[in-house]
């Protein structure tokens, strides 16, 4: 069924995946303990503080009973309201029932080590469109009121919390009892399973689950939840602010691109080494709607007038920064169907690496050292960055919240980019150090 070695990433030690006793137990749980927290601190700071943490984290110090869930007041709302229910249950129906009916072509993914294929269907784009003009729809005909979610925000994001965290332990047992495939298996800590996850590609029922939690679910919310934002500023203001429109418009061609390039991000690191566990499920069925959208459930509330030019100039750097990031990773997804291909208008130069599977099986792979990847080994996270930045400043410096989740991204791809680059080091030896020479810089080419 798969043990030890089977729960280790590809390519991945365990001196890499589990640093220590920190990395090991400790830092799990203070991520496990926090970040749901954090979560709803969020949402009371944009309902209840006027959007400034400072005020926020003031009250928590007057008031440290507030985090107990079960104090006379908490800031932990109830995660059994009714309507919130309803409405997660017919956003995950609606887009299971997409994953399945709408067409696409089939699209394989790397073979693991142990010689599984995973295969999807690539309709993401068409299910994107689908699922906001349906959205759109609705709530123009009076079928639905999309106020309704930034107005039961607090009671859908505490029901996510719940159901994630079910779903977790579901998933923590199955890959250990019940796995989809031979990558999977436990550590021997119920920690780290439950944290990292037990199984690397658990399907359920036919659905591939991380295409569903990471794509069809957070990332799909992520298009919807600030269209629903936005219908509420003008519910309540009677207009959208050039703010609110240039926010949720970079974040939908973001958004876009990603479904664009789903077939892509099905090879990253997230798919194909992150294994269905709290780290990755929980993340994308609750951070990802709560943090990812906080910009524009801020401006909801507090919208700036830019003016035209600085609206534009916003708009456009955005939509640069966001092809920047699309055209590296179209990059070395055609050089790896054509490793001959011209990339800007040079030959590529490019090392052809051997590595050893965990299953002893030698395989041959080509490492990109041209165009956007000979500038730095993880560059597509600079414009990514740059990009959340742009969506996230139309808000302006008066708080602090909206530019959380860049800083929050910052951290995550330097943490990500060091993980990428520990597993690489292990997988390729002696050819990724000659890679390390070519391509210096991990990030920030001159800086880091």
């Known amino acids: 069924m798969g043990g030890k070695d089977w729960a280790r990433a590809e390519g991945e030690t365990d001196r890499e995946m589990y640093a220590g006793w920190i990395r090991d137990t400790m830092g799990p749980i203070l991520l496990m303990v926090t970040t749901p927290m954090f979560m709803m601190i969020v949402y009371h700071t944009v309902s209840s503080f006027n959007g400034s943490l400072i005020e926020c984290f003031a009250y928590v110090f007057a008031n440290p009973d507030w985090l107990l869930p079960f104090s006379a007041k908490t800031l932990w709302v109830t995660p059994l309201d009714p309507e919130a229910w309803r409405m997660i249950g017919a956003f995950m129906v609606f887009e299971l029932l997409l994953m399945r009916i ?17 295969v999807y ?12 003009i349906t959205f759109i729809v609705l ?88 269209i629903a934002y936005a219908w509420k500023q003008y519910a309540i203001k009677g207009y959208v602010s050039d703010s609110m429109l240039v926010s949720v418009t ?27 566990g709290y780290y990755i499920c929980w993340g994308c069925l609750c951070w990802v709607p709560s943090i990812y959208t906080s910009q524009s459930l801020y401006l909801v509330e507090h919208p700036v007038e830019l003016g035209r030019v600085l609206s534009l100039t916003i708009f456009l750097l955005g939509v640069l920064m966001i092809w920047i990031n699309y055209d590296s990773d179209r990059q070395r997804q055609s050089f790896r169907r054509n490793t001959k291909a011209k990339i800007w208008g040079k030959t590529p130069v490019k090392i ?5 599977t965990t299953c002893g099986t030698k395989r041959q792979s080509v490492l990109l050292a041209s165009g956007w990847w000979g500038v730095s080994r993880h560059f597509h996270y600079v414009p990514e960055i740059l990009a959340a930045f742009c969506w996230s400043v139309p808000a302006l410096f008066e708080n602090f919240l909206p530019f959380f989740y860049v800083v929050f991204l910052t951290i995550l791809l330097v943490d990500r980019a060091d993980r990428d680059d520990a597993r690489c080091a292990s997988k390729y030896t002696k050819y990724w150090r000659e890679y390390c020479r070519l391509v210096p810089y991990k990030i920030v080419p001159g800086i880091y």
Request: contains cysteine.
């Open 102 to 118: 709408v067409p696409g072509k089939e699209f394989r993914a790397t073979m693991t080590s142990t010689g599984h294929v995973p």
């Open 121 to 132: 269907t690539a309709n993401g784009v068409q299910c994107l469109f689908i699922s906001a």
């Open 139 to 226: 709530g123009y005909y009076g079928y639905i009121d999309p106020t309704r979610v930034y107005d039961k925000f607090g009671e859908i994001l505490a029901a996510l919390n719940l159901f994630a965290l079910i779903f977790c332990t579901i998933l923590t047992v199955k890959g250990r009892y019940f796995p989809s495939t031979a990558d999977s298996g436990s550590t021997g800590n119920a920690i780290i399973d439950f944290y990292w996850g037990t199984e690397l590609y658990p399907r359920i029922l036919g659905w591939d689950v991380k295409q569903f939690t990471n794509c069809r679910f957070g990332m799909m919310f992520w298009a919807i939840g600030p």
């Open 250 to 276: 970079l974040q939908l061609i973001y958004v876009t691109k990603f479904f664009w390039w789903e077939t892509g991000y099905f090879c990253s690191m997230d798919i194909q080494h992150d294994r269905a």
């Open 352 to 356: 052809d690496a051997e590595y050893v």
